[in-house]
């Protein structure tokens, strides 16, 4: 594709060459899209497992189009559940789940939370596992960004924004934080998801603070060292 990979857009932003939000938001909505007809457009729903900013690629005009579906699985629509033996996925953005089963079952609701942490990256600007945030703190990255959040706190945005780019990034994080809700029953559908993004700001609830601990398996375990 013309235009590389999400990825490289994300990294860009340190260099000063950042996106504008609307352009962000149209880029969210787009990726949304697709998982929602890849989970119901198709005669059989299909799990991407993969959902990450390398794999989403942008066509001339910044148009998303998700790729590298080597790790995917096809289920019927009423399947509730799916068998795993292994987890997929790569680190950062894999479900808790997909980890562990005492934490749910694997579903599309897997890939609903790795497009949440896609979304906190395209916002944020930078990698939740970046080297450079280890150094700073101690602390879960996407947690000093929800902190923020529900203080009512400029996000960690890394560039200045206007006030209509702050609601935008507002927004958007917002869904990013119901999409990786740590119980899949309490992520939306990407059907909601598509309805959230393209929706007011004023009608979305903060979500419930999405972060768990449990003995045995530390928040690092699933997204990787911070």
Request: with cysteine; aromatic share 8%.
């Amino acid at each position: 594709m013309p235009n590389d990979s999400l990825e490289k857009y994300i990294v860009s932003r340190k260099n000063g060459q950042p996106l504008k939000m609307d352009k962000l938001l149209q880029i969210s909505i787009g990726i949304a899209r697709g998982i929602e007809y890849l989970h119901q457009g198709c005669n059989e729903r299909i799990l991407h497992f993969d959902i990450k900013p390398h794999n989403i690629l942008l066509d001339e005009n910044l148009n998303p189009k998700i790729a590298d579906f080597g790790l995917a699985k096809l289920c019927s629509k009423d399947q509730s559940a799916i068998a795993m033996t292994a987890a997929r996925g790569t680190m950062g953005y894999i479900a808790p789940e997909v980890y562990s089963r005492n934490f749910g079952t694997v579903s599309y609701k897997s890939d609903v939370f790795s497009f949440g942490m896609l979304l906190i990256e395209l916002i944020a600007g930078k990698k939740c596992t970046d080297p450079d945030i280890q150094n700073q703190s101690d602390v879960y990255f996407p947690e000093l960004v929800y902190n923020s959040l529900v203080r009512g706190e400029e996000l960690l945005l890394g560039v200045e924004v206007t006030t209509s780019d702050a609601e935008i990034a507002r927004k958007i994080i917002i869904v990013a934080f119901w999409c990786i809700q740590w119980n899949p029953v309490a992520r939306p559908s990407m059907t909601s998801v598509v309805s959230m993004l393209i929706g007011n700001l004023q009608n979305l609830e903060i979500p419930p603070i999405p972060f768990v601990s449990s003995p045995g398996l530390e928040i690092s375990t699933i997204f990787g060292e911070v």
